[in-house]
């Protein structure tokens, strides 16, 4: 009898879920092809961006003047630039750049959206009125001119550059966080932690958050695509990462706008670069928003096929019947 307990209680036993990003990886892999290649393409950036002055061939300002608007060779892969210095050098460090924009600020754009959506769609009332309206306000400026004037006060450099986009990104995402809990505090679970005296704190840290990370995920993901941009353009117009610092959209402005007939992979390489990551960022973000949006059609809310399989073997034996009929 005892075996046979055991045997059932085992049989029974629910089977171990595995952590989300394992989870997450495999199902981008399997479902989402051009989401895994995104994934390729931000983790060969990153591991550039990291190991910069391990790769780069030359010093990031080492100049030859000698070698001014070289055409690519052995010793120049890619040429160099107007003032000697390597152009492949320049586009590896200016990975880092990027990476360092995109990763600070999709993570300060989540964590502003996270704070002004959680408090403003479960406090609500006055609060959620007032909050919301100063969102409206700041939305209706056009985006190019609100950031060169607070560039303009600031001046440039690369705190200045995440700290402007990654509020502006997360206010403006903010409403997505906010519809979010609007949906999930209005559950029986939230409404039981109330009344059994749980603070604003507990019930938001236990229930509302957990709760509300596919949301968060999918600004951080989707929005390093933006960072990365916008940064560029900022360098682009001057406002963004100052030299001698290798900005991708700073050194299509500088010496590729200025030497483009005469040495054009000044203005290729570095547009290719910015091209291809920004593609696999956006690619990246979308793949696991398909895959945690639980609204889109195969994503799921806990981040897990469970539910996904249970409910096509219910729509399944749903069917069954009516074709007997």
Request: charged letters at 15%.
């Given at each position: 009898?005892?075996?046979?307990?055991?045997?059932?209680?085992?049989?029974?036993?629910?089977p171990?879920?595995?952590?989300?990003?394992?989870?997450l990886?495999?199902?981008?892999?399997k479902?989402?092809?051009?989401?895994?290649?995104?994934?390729?393409?931000?983790?060969?950036?990153?591991?550039?961006?990291?190991?910069?002055?391990?790769?780069?061939?030359y010093?990031?300002?080492?100049?030859?003047?000698?070698?001014?608007?070289?055409?690519?060779?052995?010793?120049y892969?890619?040429?160099a630039?107007?003032?000697?210095?390597?152009?492949?050098?320049?586009?590896?460090?200016g990975?880092?750049?990027?990476?360092?924009?995109?990763?600070?600020?999709?993570?300060?754009?989540?964590?502003?959206?996270?704070?002004i959506?959680?408090?403003?769609g479960?406090?609500g009332?006055?609060?959620?009125?007032?909050?919301?309206?100063?969102?409206?306000?700041?939305?209706?400026?056009?985006?190019?001119?609100?950031?060169?004037s607070?560039?303009?006060?600031?001046?440039?450099?690369?705190?200045?550059?995440?700290l402007?986009?990654?509020?502006?990104?997360?206010?403006?995402?903010?409403?997505?966080?906010?519809?979010?809990?609007?949906?999930?505090?209005?559950?029986?679970?939230?409404?039981?932690?109330?009344?059994i005296?749980?603070?604003?704190?507990?019930?938001?840290?236990?229930?509302i958050?957990?709760?509300?990370?596919?949301?968060?995920?999918?600004?951080?993901?989707?929005?390093?695509?933006?960072?990365?941009?916008?940064?560029?353009?900022l360098?682009?117009?001057?406002?963004?990462?100052?030299?001698?610092?290798?900005?991708?959209?700073?050194?299509?402005?500088?010496?590729?706008?200025?030497?483009?007939?005469?040495?054009?992979?000044?203005?290729?390489?570095p547009?290719?670069?910015?091209?291809?990551?920004?593609f696999g960022?956006?690619?990246?973000?979308?793949?696991?928003?398909?895959?945690?949006?639980?609204?889109?059609?195969?994503?799921?809310?806990?981040?897990?096929?469970?539910?996904?399989?249970?409910?096509?073997?219910?729509?399944?034996?749903?069917?069954?019947?009516?074709?007997?009929?």
């Open positions: 009898m005892a075996e046979t307990a055991s045997a059932l209680s085992g049989a029974i036993a629910k171990k879920r595995r952590l989300l990003l394992v989870d990886i495999i199902r981008l892999v479902e989402k092809p051009l989401g895994t290649l995104g994934g390729v393409i931000v983790l060969v950036v990153f591991i550039v961006g990291i190991f910069a002055d391990v790769l780069a061939p010093g990031m300002n080492e100049m030859s003047l000698g070698a001014r608007l070289s055409s690519p060779s052995a010793e892969v890619l040429g630039d107007e003032l000697g210095r390597d152009l492949l050098t320049r586009i590896i460090f990975a880092r750049i990027s990476m360092i924009v995109g990763l600070a600020g999709s993570a300060l754009a989540a964590f502003t959206a996270t704070i959506g959680i408090f403003s479960f406090l009332g006055k609060f959620d009125i007032t909050v919301q309206r100063f969102v409206d306000a700041w939305m209706c400026f056009p985006w190019l001119f609100l950031v060169l607070i560039m303009a006060v600031l001046g440039p450099g690369l705190l200045q550059v995440i402007v986009l990654g509020l502006l990104n997360g206010i403006r995402s903010s409403r997505v966080v906010r519809s979010a809990v609007i949906g999930i505090k209005e559950n029986v679970y939230v409404e039981a932690a109330t009344a005296g749980c603070s604003t704190w507990g019930t938001l840290s236990r229930h958050l957990p709760n509300i990370a596919a949301p968060i995920i999918i600004i951080f993901t989707v929005a390093m695509g933006y960072m990365i941009l916008a940064e560029a353009s360098s682009f117009l001057g406002f963004g990462i100052p030299p001698p610092y290798p900005s991708w959209g700073g050194m299509l402005s500088g010496a590729g706008r200025a030497y483009m007939y005469q040495a054009p992979g000044l203005a290729i390489w547009g290719l670069a910015l091209a291809v990551v920004v960022v956006n690619m990246l973000g979308d793949g696991v928003r398909d895959i945690l949006d639980p609204r889109l059609r195969g994503g799921l809310g806990r981040y897990s096929g469970v539910k996904a399989k249970r409910a096509k073997k219910y729509r399944h034996e749903d069917k069954q019947p009516q074709e007997k009929a």
